[in-house]
Nanobody, 128 residues
Framework: QVHLVESGGGSVQTGGSLRLSCAAS????????IVWFRQAPGKEREGVAV???????????DSVQGRFTISHLPQDNTKDTVYLQMTRLKTEDTAIYYC??????????????????WGQGTQVTVSS
């Protein structure tokens, strides 16, 4: 069982920055794929960025490449914090952002259906 708690959402103007955090706990000695998804009103949930906690391998959606950075800070073998640093924010980045996780022994994806553990979400609003 993996428990995920997001924080760091808020409101910012176009061009601004925010950092989201995802605190993961409840597992032991297992690599994880931890991913950030977002969902805007009336749109499908989309993968933004993912990291493998075993080797740090990262993947980004084209829409955020070069603007967002995903990183992680292992705290011990049962806890990890994953950050999503968002810069040069655009109005189209407005959405609820969720972190999700699954086992990391195979390649990490940006596909929502591949993930079984989810956080509660945090709102990001970018205004012009």
């Amino acid at each position: 069982q993996v428990h995920l708690v997001e924080s760091g959402g808020g409101s910012v103007q176009t061009g601004g920055s925010l950092r989201l955090s995802c605190a993961a706990s409840g597992y032991r000695d297992s690599p994880l794929c931890i991913v950030w998804f977002r969902q805007a009103p009336g749109k499908e949930r989309e993968g933004v960025a993912v990291i493998n906690t075993r080797d740090g391998a990262r993947k980004y959606d084209d829409s955020v490449q070069g603007r967002f950075t995903i990183s992680h800070l292992p705290q011990d073998n049962t806890k990890d914090t994953v950050y999503l640093q968002m810069t040069r924010l655009k109005t189209e980045d407005t959405a609820i952002y969720y972190c999700a996780a699954r086992g990391g022994y195979t390649g990490c994806t940006l596909v929502p259906e591949d993930y079984g553990y989810w956080g509660q979400g945090t709102q990001v609003t970018v205004s012009s």
